[in-house]
């Protein structure tokens, strides 16, 4: 009996090992540090070609332009037996430089298609098209694309307001679905890094672009956009990779300077499936099992070296939820940040430092939040915050990515958001917002609170919400973030008695003697950054005078005199809605009422904001709180300087 159940446990062995040859041995993967005009590797049209320096020139200098360079074997984008979805990533650097007398355009596209070859007729009259779709932007005979473009022109059909953007173009158009522009000159002759990544299993396409002088990183753009390649390419799964650049009477030479690739392939496994036998078979299944057993015995010696890069996280309890934060070692976020360098800081809080970081494997860009040794609640505060968002999920949450627990050293990695914070919008210097975007912003973050508060199987306080914690996104799209003093309670018990913690100003007044956090708590302190929102001006400045510090007494003020619309941004000249403007003051106010009891509901906070129900009629001056006596020397202030995502 022993001896036969050795030899099925042999035979099951070999077997799952043959499984494992045929499913994932073989792969695309090519790496160019420079090209060859002799290697067949790569197959040039137009007026592409490889140059003596090791470069690819997509276009040259002689007016008008198109050329294309594609890696010669085609790769399959999902297993055509189980149609399940490969993961790639592709690195290129590149470079555009205009001449010296003309301005220059129109950039580079990284594409896929099932031609590689198909160049419409009428590419040299749309440089535009990028060479890929012909004069009238889409042609239902031009092969089905996939596109990344790196543009330097800002066509009428582009969707950014910057000529240097990049941009994801989907099925025979190049319309981009989605773009991230920057006031940086792409075709300055700099080079510039990209990173194409997609995941199979999220059907995410995403894209990161790195940019400076010298080698030396000043700036980066990201962007991602869901796409199902079956839904693209149905007919087939094998599509060619490749290049593709056009000029017009504005000239600009467009090089490549490297490429690598990496994605599953089960084209040669298919083939090589209908020509081996057993025998093969079972040769191939020994050769696995050895490299198997040598890569166990370098991981096991590489655990070893590296065996404080894990600590037992016996107290964190992420579930099984496959969509779940992954687990860093600490090492490979390090090696994201260059070792946490000043560089790389994007701000300071009570908690440790925010670094911006860069995962190589998956060419995402994140911002990684490593809590002080020095901060007192540090790892209470770091495991209220994994274990809370790891399961959530909302459009504006800030997404968590995963985290790291190494020795005494806590970290949390967070997608990084690429507009920054709200309050620097605000109160800083990036700009003015626009009312649309302001209202949209306001009702995203009531959005999020909702969620928390009624919609999650359990109600989370958040405790902390205030304009630095408000991120935003490539569209101007709330993402609430920053879970570090956030609690649960059951949806019946409301509150929870607790230190007061939070953010002066932002802070409800019945926590300072109750010492209790609830929804009402939350609700306040959304009034306030909803009157920031509508007014420019922080809940409390002092440098107005002293009528005008505290920003809820002052806009209260106006409402019982009838000029609320006086409370305005004066930055946005006039141009505004009134009617959202006077509802979200209202709800400001109603929100940040003195006394919890007559504080609305988020879920009634959006209805009035919506234009769905009426606001309430409030009292015309300011209500006093109802309030005891307490020792204000015992409190405790969190005072954030810059919340965990956000970018410069």
Same mark, same amino acid.
């Given at each position: 009996?022993?001896?036969?159940?050795?030899?099925?446990?042999?035979?099951?062995?070999?077997?799952?090992?043959?499984?494992?040859?045929?499913?994932?041995?073989?792969?695309?993967?090519?790496?160019?540090?420079?090209?060859?005009?002799?290697?067949?590797?790569?197959?040039?049209?137009?007026?592409?070609?490889?140059?003596?320096?090791?470069?690819?020139?997509?276009?040259?200098?002689?007016?008008?332009?198109?050329?294309?360079?594609?890696?010669?074997?085609?790769?399959?984008?999902?297993?055509?037996?189980?149609?399940?979805?490969?993961?790639?990533?592709?690195?290129?650097?590149?470079?555009?430089?205009?001449?010296?007398?003309?301005?220059?355009?129109? /950039?580079?596209?990284?594409? +896929? !298609?099932? =031609?590689?070859? *198909?160049?419409?007729?009428?590419?040299? #009259?749309?440089?535009?098209? @990028?060479?890929?779709?012909?004069?009238?932007?889409?042609?239902?005979?031009?092969?089905?694309?996939?596109?990344?473009?790196?543009?330097?022109?800002?066509?009428?059909?582009?969707?950014?307001?910057?000529?240097?953007?990049?941009?994801?173009?989907?099925?025979?158009?190049?319309?981009?679905?989605?773009?991230?522009?920057?006031?940086?000159?792409?075709?300055?002759?700099?080079?510039?890094?990209?990173?194409?990544?997609?995941? /199979?299993?999220?059907?995410? +396409? !995403?894209? =990161?672009?790195? *940019?400076?002088?010298?080698?030396?990183? #000043?700036?980066?753009?990201? @962007?991602?956009?869901?796409?199902?390649?079956?839904?693209?390419?149905?007919?087939?799964?094998?599509?060619?990779?490749?290049?593709?650049?056009?000029?017009?009477?504005?000239?600009?030479?467009?090089?490549?300077?490297?490429?690598?690739?990496?994605?599953?392939?089960?084209?040669?496994?298919?083939?090589?499936?209908?020509?081996?036998?057993?025998?093969?078979?079972?040769?191939?299944?020994?050769?696995?099992?050895?490299?198997?057993?040598?890569?166990?015995?370098?991981?096991?010696?590489?655990?070893?070296?590296?065996?404080?890069?894990?600590?037992?996280?016996?107290?964190?309890?992420?579930?099984?939820?496959?969509?779940?934060?992954?687990?860093?070692?600490?090492?490979?976020?390090?090696?994201?940040?260059?070792?946490?360098?000043?560089?790389?800081?994007?701000?300071?809080?009570?908690?440790?430092?925010?670094?911006?970081?860069?995962?190589?494997?998956?060419?995402?860009?994140?911002?990684?939040?490593?809590?002080?040794?020095?901060?007192?609640?540090?790892?209470?505060?770091?495991?209220?915050?994994?274990?809370?968002?790891?399961?959530?999920?909302?459009?504006?949450?800030?997404?968590?990515?995963?985290?790291?627990?190494?020795?005494?050293?806590?970290?949390?990695?967070?997608?990084?958001?690429?507009?920054?914070?709200?309050?620097?919008?605000?109160?800083?210097?990036?700009?003015?917002?626009?009312?649309?975007?302001?209202?949209?912003?306001?009702?995203?973050?009531?959005?999020?609170?909702?969620?928390?508060?009624?919609?999650?199987?359990?109600?989370?306080?958040?405790?902390?919400?205030?304009?630095?914690?408000?991120?935003?996104?490539?569209?101007?799209?709330?993402?609430?973030?920053?879970?570090?003093?956030?609690?649960?309670?059951?949806?019946?018990?409301?509150?929870?008695?607790?230190?007061?913690?939070?953010?002066?100003?932002?802070?409800?007044?019945?926590?300072?003697?109750?010492?209790?956090?609830?929804?009402?708590?939350?609700?306040?302190?959304?009034?306030?950054?909803?009157?920031?929102?509508?007014?420019?001006?922080?809940?409390?400045?002092?440098?107005?005078?002293?009528?005008?510090?505290?920003?809820?007494?002052?806009?209260?003020?106006?409402?019982?005199?009838?000029?609320?619309?006086?409370?305005?941004?004066?930055?946005?000249?006039?141009?505004?809605?009134?009617?959202?403007?006077?509802?979200?003051?209202?709800?400001?106010?109603?929100?940040?009422?003195?006394?919890?009891?007559?504080?609305?509901?988020?879920?009634?906070?959006?209805?009035?904001?919506?234009?769905?129900?009426?606001?309430?009629?409030?009292?015309?001056?300011?209500?006093?709180?109802?309030?005891?006596?307490?020792?204000?020397?015992?409190?405790?202030?969190?005072?954030?300087?810059?919340?965990?995502?956000?970018?410069?």
């Amino acid at each position: 009996m022993a001896s036969s159940n050795i030899s099925t446990y042999t035979l099951i062995s070999s077997l799952f090992f043959f499984h494992l040859l045929i499913s994932s041995a073989n792969s695309t993967h090519f790496d160019f540090s420079s090209f060859d005009p002799n290697n067949k590797a790569i197959i040039y049209y137009g007026d592409a070609t490889a140059d003596s320096r090791g470069f690819i020139d997509l276009t040259r200098n002689n007016g008008t332009a198109v050329g294309r360079a594609i890696y010669n074997q085609s790769i399959p984008l999902w297993n055509p037996i189980t149609r399940q979805l490969f993961d790639f990533t592709t690195q290129f650097n590149f470079t555009i430089s205009k001449t010296v007398e003309k301005s220059g355009k129109h /950039g580079i596209v990284f594409f +896929l !298609s099932p =031609n590689g070859s *198909f160049i419409p007729d009428d590419a040299h #009259s749309c440089g535009g098209c @990028l060479g890929m779709v012909s004069l009238n932007g889409t042609d239902n005979s031009t092969p089905p694309f996939v596109g990344v473009e790196f543009d330097t022109y800002n066509n009428n059909w582009d969707p950014s307001d910057f000529p240097n953007h990049i941009g994801i173009d989907i099925n025979r158009s190049v319309k981009s679905v989605v773009t991230n522009g920057t006031t940086y000159l792409f075709n300055g002759g700099d080079l510039l890094k990209a990173w194409v990544v997609y995941n /199979g299993t999220q059907r995410r +396409l !995403s894209v =990161n672009l790195t *940019f400076g002088f010298n080698g030396s990183v #000043s700036g980066a753009l990201t @962007l991602s956009h869901d796409v199902d390649f079956r839904d693209v390419f149905f007919d087939s799964p094998y599509v060619y990779v490749g290049f593709s650049a056009t000029t017009d009477e504005s000239f600009e030479y467009h090089q490549i300077d490297s490429w690598a690739f990496d994605s599953t392939d089960f084209n040669q496994t298919i083939t090589h499936h209908r020509n081996v036998g057993v025998i093969a078979g079972v040769v191939g299944a020994t050769v696995v099992l050895g490299v198997l057993l040598l890569w166990l015995v370098r991981e096991m010696k590489s655990r070893r070296n590296n065996r404080d890069d894990y600590d037992d996280d016996d107290d964190i309890d992420l579930g099984d939820d496959e969509r779940g934060p992954q687990r860093f070692p600490y090492g490979k976020l390090a090696a994201a940040t260059d070792d946490f360098n000043e560089d790389r800081k994007l701000g300071t809080g009570g908690f440790g430092g925010v670094y911006r970081g860069f995962l190589e494997d998956t060419g995402l860009e994140v911002a990684i939040k490593k809590v002080s040794d020095t901060s007192k609640q540090g790892k209470k505060e770091y495991l209220s915050e994994v274990k809370i968002i790891s399961q959530l999920r909302h459009r504006h949450l800030v997404q968590l990515i995963g985290y790291c627990r190494s020795n005494s050293r806590f970290l949390i990695v967070y997608e990084l958001v690429p507009n920054g914070s709200l309050d620097s919008y605000l109160f800083g210097s990036k700009g003015c917002l626009p009312w649309p975007v302001r209202h949209r912003i306001a009702l995203g973050l009531a959005s999020a609170l909702l969620y928390l508060h009624e919609e999650w199987t359990r109600c989370v306080l958040h405790r902390d919400v205030k304009a630095s914690n408000v991120m935003l996104d490539e569209n101007f799209e709330a993402k609430l973030g920053d879970f570090g003093l956030a609690r649960l309670v059951d949806h019946d018990q409301n509150q929870l008695t607790t230190d007061v913690a939070g953010t002066r100003g932002y802070l409800a007044p019945e926590c300072y003697y109750t010492r209790k956090a609830s929804r009402e708590s939350d609700v306040y302190s959304f009034g306030v950054v909803a009157l920031e929102i509508a007014c420019g001006r922080k809940v409390l400045d002092f440098t107005v005078g002293e009528e005008r510090l505290d920003l809820v007494k002052w806009v209260w003020e106006l409402y019982g005199l009838g000029r609320v619309r006086e409370a305005a941004d004066w930055r946005l000249g006039g141009e505004f809605d009134e009617g959202e403007m006077e509802r979200l003051v209202g709800v400001g106010l109603w929100c940040a009422h003195p006394n919890h009891a007559s504080r609305p509901s988020m879920r009634q906070a959006i209805g009035v904001l919506c234009s769905e129900a009426e606001l309430p009629e409030l009292p015309c001056s300011m209500p006093m709180p109802f309030a005891v006596p307490i020792d204000r020397s015992e409190l405790s202030f969190a005072t954030y300087s810059y919340s965990a995502v956000s970018a410069r």
